[in-house]
């Protein structure tokens, strides 16, 4: 896997950038590059189509158990 895949997988996990850097031992300037980077596509995307932004899987689990009771 690309070491930026596993960068972004871990920022996703709610690690520090420099919880990143020392578990992929890679610079702090190459962190900060990928994050700025996938926050900006992010942005990007959500700006152009909201109406596809879906909520997690968990909260949709526990709206159809609530409507079944």
Same mark, same amino acid.
């Given at each position: 896997?690309?070491? +930026?895949?596993? !960068?972004? !997988? +871990?920022? =996703?996990? /709610?690690?520090?950038? !420099? %919880?990143?850097?020392? !578990?992929? $031992?890679? /610079?702090? &300037? /190459?962190?900060?590059?990928?994050?700025?980077?996938?926050?900006? $596509?992010?942005?990007? @995307?959500? =700006?152009?189509?909201?109406? %596809?932004? @879906? %909520?997690?899987?968990?909260?949709? @689990?526990?709206?159809? &158990?609530?409507?079944?009771?």
């Amino acid at each position: 896997m690309k070491v +930026h895949l596993l !960068a972004l !997988a +871990h920022f =996703k996990d /709610s690690l520090s950038r !420099a %919880q990143i850097v020392k !578990a992929l $031992k890679v /610079s702090r &300037n /190459s962190v900060n590059k990928w994050v700025k980077t996938f926050l900006k $596509k992010v942005w990007k @995307d959500l =700006k152009r189509n909201p109406a %596809q932004v @879906d %909520q997690p899987t968990s909260l949709k @689990d526990n709206e159809n &158990n609530s409507t079944s009771l």
